[in-house]
Nanobody
Framework: VQLQACGGGLVQAGGSMRLSCAASGRTLSSYGMGWFRQAPGKEREFVAAISRSGGRTDYADSVKGRFTISRDNAKDILYLQTNSLKPEDTAVYSC????????????????????WGQGTQVTVSS
């Protein structure tokens, strides 16, 4: 599967942004999905994960209550709605797909994802 993330840009603190990740080559419903981010000089960090059906989600503590991960399997698109953005949310955001069974636990470790999108820059100004 090929993943293409988009929707990033520049936003003021307190603002919102919706990131999208479009899949091609294979149906998105075959994969558990996740969003990760990497700021300059820092390691890649887990942001959110969602099960194959979309019925289960998991969030990093730093974004819980502000970000929402969702998916539209009919359109093969993954979303990340980001609200109440803070300057510390500035990073390159990437989507990732993991070959999992539908009942598998949600994955936080980037090494367990099989496919990655190229990333989209989100910059939050103070």
């Amino acid at each position: 599967v090929q993943l293409q993330a988009c929707g990033g840009g520049l936003v003021q603190a307190g603002g919102s942004m919706r990131l999208s990740c479009a899949a091609s080559g294979r149906t998105l419903s075959s994969y558990g999905m996740g969003w990760f981010r990497q700021a300059p000089g820092k390691e890649r960090e887990f942001v959110a994960a969602i099960s194959r059906s979309g019925g289960r989600t998991d969030y990093a503590d730093s974004v819980k209550g502000r970000f929402t991960i969702s998916r539209d399997n009919a359109k093969d698109i993954l979303y990340l709605q980001t609200n109440s953005l803070k300057p510390e949310d500035t990073a390159v955001y990437s989507c990732a797909a993991a070959r999992t069974i539908s009942t598998a636990p949600l994955i936080r470790s980037p090494s367990r994802y099989d496919y990655w999108g190229q990333g989209t820059q989100v910059t939050v100004s103070s």
